[in-house]
């Protein structure tokens, strides 16, 4: 499978506990992003890497969430005491370059109880 | 379409008619376009993309139209199938301040297909 990989795909924790994610993005493609959806609503943005340099991040990426791309290829999402609003699905896309079309991976649920 | 419960907007056709989804973007900066299939439980799936120099664009079943005049995008899907039964979402991208843009997109709120046999 050569597409956008996400690990794991749910993810159930209690409120307060730690959690990261990992995205595997099409190989060769330098852009990363991470977008978070709710039920409902599109994908919103979170952050942007550019190989291993996170060059974007949104409001919606609060203190307790970080992201890494160390050797610009994989990615960790870890969110920091979890809050039951950050319930969603996690998504990863990737691209190979501005101004190509960004590729989806399946996404990990989130679900804090 | 009408809204429901998800406050979606809803389109409901019959195997083989054509169907067309509408979107409305805010910002004329926006220089790309895409539209993204959903599936339940799925992450996005790329269908067909334009860009703003462009007013039409066709794919395999599938036309993008883009009206720049009005920021209006559609997406016409011909002899719709059962499959294509999912919650579509168009996308654009802006450029940024001096050009640039780091391909970041902004999601429209997405359309509900249903396809009846």
């Known amino acids: 499978d050569t597409g956008v990989s996400q690990d794991p795909r749910h993810k159930i924790t209690k409120r307060g506990q730690n959690v990261t994610f990992r995205c595997d993005p099409i190989?060769?493609?330098?852009?990363l992003y991470w977008y978070r959806q709710t039920l409902g609503q599109g994908p919103e943005f979170l952050t942007y890497f550019q190989n291993e340099a996170q060059l974007e991040k949104s409001r919606l990426l609060s203190d307790r969430f970080s992201a890494e791309r160390p050797k610009g290829s994989f990615s960790t999402l870890e969110i920091q005491r979890t809050e039951q609003g950050d319930s969603a699905m996690y998504l990863c896309?990737?691209?190979?370059?501005?101004?190509?079309?960004?590729?989806f991976g399946q996404g990990t649920r989130l679900t804090v109880v | 379409g009408e809204s429901v419960g998800l406050h979606l907007p809803t389109l409901s056709v019959q195997e083989g008619d054509n169907s067309i989804i509408n979107c409305a973007y805010s910002n004329s900066a926006s220089d790309y376009f895409i539209w993204y299939k959903q599936e339940s439980g799925k992450g996005p799936q790329f269908i067909i993309d334009i860009r703003s120099n462009m007013d039409k664009r066709q794919g395999q079943r599938v036309t993008v139209l883009l009206n720049k005049t009005v920021k209006h995008l559609s997406l016409q899907i011909a002899a719709t199938q059962p499959g294509d039964s999912a919650v579509y979402f168009c996308a654009e991208r802006s450029q940024g301040a001096g050009g640039t843009s780091y391909g970041k997109l902004t999601f429209g709120q997405g359309t509900i297909l249903t396809v009846h046999p």
């Open positions: 190989s060769e493609h330098n852009r």
């Open positions: 896309a990737s691209s190979l370059h501005m101004n190509t079309e960004a590729f």
